[in-house]
């Protein structure tokens, strides 16, 4: 029922900015809690930011102070700025809502490759 479509994706510089975008369908957006998650080959899953529907935030570790999560609830969208790309950061890329305090529906994922 519920769908989520990320974009944005891509290869980008260190040092570089990129900006993912979340579109959900089939429900009302303004319910849910969204996240975003990322995924590095032979490393384990990390929630990279969370944002609740009234707006407050909250980020992992290695990311705080570098990307920025925000939501438009009229779009039925969330975001996730990226800045100060590192090589670190290189992952797939996933958007989910959120219930039980626990990621519940992802979306398909998109790419992020930061390069030097």
């Known amino acids: 029922q519920v769908q989520l479509v990320e974009s944005g994706g891509g290869l980008v510089q260190a040092g570089g900015s990129l900006r993912l975008s979340c579109e959900l369908s089939?429900?009302?957006?303004?319910?849910?809690?969204m996240a975003w998650y990322r995924q590095a080959p032979g490393k384990q899953r990390e929630l990279v930011a969370v944002?609740?529907?009234?707006?407050?935030?909250n980020y992992g570790n290695s990311v705080k102070g570098r990307f920025t999560i925000s939501r438009d609830n009229a779009k039925n969208t969330v975001y996730l700025q990226m800045s100060s790309l590192k090589l670190e950061d290189t992952a797939v890329y996933f958007c989910?809502?959120?219930?039980?305090?626990?990621?519940?529906?992802w979306g398909q994922g998109t790419q992020v490759t930061v390069s030097s």
């Open positions: 989910t809502t959120v219930q039980g305090g626990r990621p519940f529906v």
């Open positions: 089939g429900s009302i957006f303004d319910r849910y809690v």
């Open positions: 944002i609740a529907r009234g707006g407050s935030t």
